[in-house]
């Protein structure tokens, strides 16, 4: 199947800092991407949505000053955690929405741990 | 809010065992339903997915799940379980007029050698 990948796979960073995640799909183009965050033995959340060329759509409770989403082009989604804290830590997964198929792929995930 | 509930958060089987994880969902529209499972250290993959048309769904590695309409319901199914099944799976339901994957809070499931 499609592959999306996301980098970096894990990260770890001082409170205060930002940290930046990219999401690729390497061989197909993505019409929508979206951005989840899972705690530890939790299930997935949806964060936000993101269209290329326009602005993400957050879930409610979800700060978009907070957790900056860029979708540059058909195959790259990013994901900006501003001035991080510990309480940010958590899994970071994307999908992607294949274009044409509409079949959702997922990304291996990145996590963040925040000093 | 649409909502999906895994009732078993972990399962411990031993192999050849017949394993059956259930989910129910609370929206009352079409709903196009998929089960994934994340093995450990690496990512999502599809197991199955049903949108329409018998409501019985085979998927990948002898999976099966069963669509109830009237149960909302949707679970998934193994007859004999292997030791490479260990993983967590998690239910995930998408309304038909929308793209928005809510899922389950995932079953961890164990299975003993």
């Known amino acids: 199947g499609a592959v999306v990948s996301q980098h970096p796979s894990w990260v770890i960073c001082k409170s205060g800092t930002s940290v930046k995640i990219e999401c690729r799909s390497l061989d197909f183009q993505a019409t929508t991407m979206f951005w989840y965050r899972q705690f530890p033995k939790q299930s997935l959340m949806l964060m936000a949505t993101?269209?290329?060329?326009?602005?993400?759509?957050?879930e409610q409770g979800v700060e978009k000053d907070k957790f900056l989403i860029n979708h540059a082009s058909l195959t790259l989604s990013t994901l900006t955690v501003t001035s991080a804290h510990p309480e940010d830590s958590s899994f970071y997964i994307c999908?992607?929405?294949?274009?044409?198929?509409?079949?959702?792929?997922f990304g291996e995930g990145s996590r963040l741990t925040v000093l | 809010a649409q909502s999906v509930s895994q009732h078993n958060h972990h399962v411990i089987l031993s192999e050849a065992a017949s394993l059956e994880l259930g989910c129910n969902y609370s929206?009352?529209?079409?709903?196009?339903l998929f089960w994934y499972v994340q093995y450990p250290g690496q990512h999502l993959q599809l197991l199955l997915k049903y949108f329409s048309g018998d409501p019985l769904v085979k998927g990948i590695k002898g999976f099966e799940a069963e669509f109830i309409k009237s149960k909302f319901s949707f679970n998934l199914r193994k007859p004999s379980v292997q030791w490479s099944d260990t993983a967590e799976y998690f239910c995930a339901v998408l309304k038909a007029a929308g793209n928005k994957l809510t899922f389950g809070g995932g079953t961890r499931v164990l299975v003993k050698p």
């Open positions: 993101s269209n290329e060329g326009s602005k993400a759509t957050y």
């Open positions: 999908s992607a929405t294949q274009q044409g198929t509409g079949e959702l792929f």
């Open positions: 929206y009352g529209g079409t709903v196009n």
